[in-house]
């Protein structure tokens, strides 16, 4: 019986209930074989059968031909843009209700980042928004697909064509997820994923960039292992930098990419008693059009306009139920702060993100909770929210 099955049922040990994470990675025998083939026959470093196993996979998974296994999430992100041509001074445009890391890695290169609103459903880019911020020095349109969600990425790469803009997908949270039938990582003209532990696949610390260009993803490749040129040892024909996934990172991938469709299952499942039971509490999902298919990466939700979020997560918490609150905005961020209040473009503010990052705290999310565990959690969340009158 796989982790997911027993993810399934509902048999707890009596007693006290025990604590309810967040998220916490599943790991099994399959990871400890692999790792050990790993340590066995000494390919510990970053060449071995598992990286290329697992690039050759999430490059499949992304309906893209190439896939370039790195050390991080945020580093793909870097990279790609790095790849891309970013230079000082130029500017990207990229939601300001995002994790923080798609942000730094456009500042990283020393280029702009020009924040944009998020759209009131499904929390992501507005596209309109990042029409009217685009100048002769913006270059690219970085597509954030929050919690599970995608962005609209027939607008996305309709805008970005008319104005000769590169496309980044940041896929750290979708692995699974579709739009009209498309998986992410295959619209841009980048994608890249994170496999930190609370992902839905995991390599304790991983990320990967994927790509359909066979000319940049040779650039990428050679470039995430300090630009070497492959035929010739230690000459290095570019800016290069060690982003390197290990072979142990890349064999503890291989294995959770064989349960990746029962994660799937069991997160969507999760989604769906979550959504059913907390129908009448209140709170606001995100809503996602009928074309996209969510990997449920966390389930979020905003609470009740006036309800104060640290009095409902403490409540949780003290009945055992982890929860955490959704991004804060980026504008707000100390080192963005005064550029994004000077500048004329944001004048009108970002209304609709700053309200999603006020409002918003993500539960429980991960494949082996029972539905028991799901029932706690709503019923811990129901209980805070009346505590607050």
Not at 209 to 219: E, I, K, P
Not at 258 to 281: G, Q, S
Not at 328 to 357: D, K, L
């Amino acid at each position: 019986m796989s982790d997911t099955d027993n993810a399934k049922t509902s048999s707890m040990p009596r007693g006290p209930r025990p604590f309810v994470p967040v998220y916490q990675p599943a790991i099994g025998d399959l990871e400890k074989a692999y790792v050990n083939d790993c340590l066995d026959t000494s390919w510990i470093s970053a060449i071995g059968k598992y990286v290329e196993r697992f690039e050759s996979e999430i490059a499949r998974i992304s309906g893209v031909p190439h896939g370039i296994a790195v050390s991080n999430g945020t580093v793909a992100l870097h990279l790609a843009h790095h790849c891309l041509g970013l230079q000082p001074g130029d500017e990207v445009l990229v939601p300001t209700f995002t994790y923080i890391a798609s942000v730094n890695t456009i500042a990283q290169t020393g280029a702009r980042p020009v924040f944009v609103d998020s759209c009131k459903d499904d929390w992501l880019i507005d596209v309109e928004d990042a029409r009217s911020k685009i100048t002769p020095r913006t270059k690219g349109i970085v597509a954030v697909h929050l919690y599970g969600a995608v962005c609209d990425m027939k607008a996305i790469m309709a805008l970005a064509k008319e104005h000769g803009l590169y496309v980044v997908e940041d896929c750290a949270e979708s692995l699974g997820s579709y739009r009209s039938g498309q998986p992410t990582g295959s619209f841009g003209d980048v994608g890249t994923f994170s496999f930190f532990g609370n992902k839905t696949i995991t390599t304790g610390e991983g990320g990967m960039v994927v790509a359909r260009d066979d000319a940049l993803s040779t650039h990428l490749r050679l470039t995430k292992g300090q630009g070497q040129d492959p035929n010739r040892r230690y000459w290095h024909d570019r800016l290069g930098f060690n982003y390197r996934m290990t072979n142990i990172a890349a064999a503890i991938g291989c294995a959770q990419l064989e349960r990746l469709e029962a994660t799937l299952e069991r997160k969507a499942e999760i989604a769906v008693l979550y959504k059913t039971r907390l129908a009448h509490a209140g709170v606001e999902f995100q809503k996602l059009p009928p074309d996209v298919i969510s990997s449920n990466w966390l389930v979020s939700l905003l609470l009740p306009e006036g309800v104060d979020r640290d009095h409902v997560m403490e409540h949780m918490k003290a009945a055992g139920i982890d929860s955490r609150p959704v991004f804060y905005c980026n504008h707000h961020m100390p080192m963005y702060e005064a550029e994004a209040a000077q500048t004329p473009s944001n004048s009108n503010g970002f209304p609709v993100a700053e309200n999603i990052a006020r409002r918003g705290i993500s539960l429980p999310s991960y494949p082996s909770m029972s539905d028991e565990m799901v029932g706690w959690a709503c019923e811990a969340l129901i209980d805070a929210l009346k505590s607050c009158g």
